[in-house]
């Protein structure tokens, strides 16, 4: 019988970026408006297009072999699984978010204290239940469905809730009282699933995979020529995962310099970089990094 994993793969805001991760990877996946089964170019894969708040109890139950979801979401449903990677992107970059518990800005509530006896919306109950026990807070809590920022002041006074940016909260008017937790997508395991030799290399083999494309999503690859006498001055500017590669050019004067930088830093080198004497320097994209 032909072994099989099957991977959760979140369905809503995490839907599109899940994907192009993958596709970093190497697995492309194709998903069927009218189906919750994506197809997936890995015969030995099954998808199933779940919303990410049900992944970590499917995964728990072993009708999910593998998933990702948000520590969020693990934490709120308890979910007795395996993390294996944290796997740090958003909907709209590679960062966390975070849950906050957010008021008016005309708001009488000044600090999270001021919650004492208040009704909260959340769709987040327990994990928010969980924050204000800590704080010896006792105040309502209720489920919100969606459109959550819309319900203060009129329907409750406060609301716990996920935020990338802040943007939505601003738009709405809403200041930040504290943060309860900052969470970060996680590929997660049915601890069953782990115990099958096979399922266990195939999991570590996706999981290296992804966290490869992440890394290579913040990285860039840069070459160049230099002059031997300048080749000290030109490896001294590069902040290298590694050390960088040196090879010999036809030019017996010259060396071909090669390296990964973060791409956040490389506008400020590069021009550094040409005045201690590097030429023809070209930045190049990568897929995956794996160190």
Known sequence: MKKIIKLGIPKGSLQNSTIELFKKAGFNIRINERSYKPTIDDTSIECLLIRAQEIPKYVEQGILDIGLSG??????????VRQISELVYSKTGLGKVKLVIAVPE?????????????????????????????????A?????????????PDLVDAISELTETGSS????????LDVIL?????????KTSLKDSWKRQKIDDIALLLKAALLAGENVGLKMNVEKKNLKAVV??????????????????????????????????????RKVGAEGIVEYPLNKVIY
């Open 182 to 190: 900052e969470s970060s997508t996680k590929l997660i395991a049915n």
């Open 140 to 152: 309502e809590v209720e489920f919100s469905w969606g459109a959550t920022e819309v319900k203060v």
């Open 236 to 273: 001294a500017l590069l902040p290298a995962l590694k050390k960088p590669t040196v090879s010999n050019l036809y030019d017996s004067n010259s060396v071909a310099v090669e390296v990964i930088v973060e791409e956040k830093i490389v506008r400020d080198i590069i021009p550094k970089l």
């Open 71 to 80: 520590e969020d979401w693990i934490q709120e449903t308890d979910a007795d």
């Open 169 to 176: 909260l601003r738009a709405n008017n809403l200041r930040i």
């Open 106 to 138: 005309n708001s009488d509530i000044k600090s999270v204290n001021d919650l004492q006896g208040k009704r909260i919306a959340t769709e987040l109950v327990n994990v928010t239940k969980t924050y204000l026990k800590k704080q010896k807070i006792k």
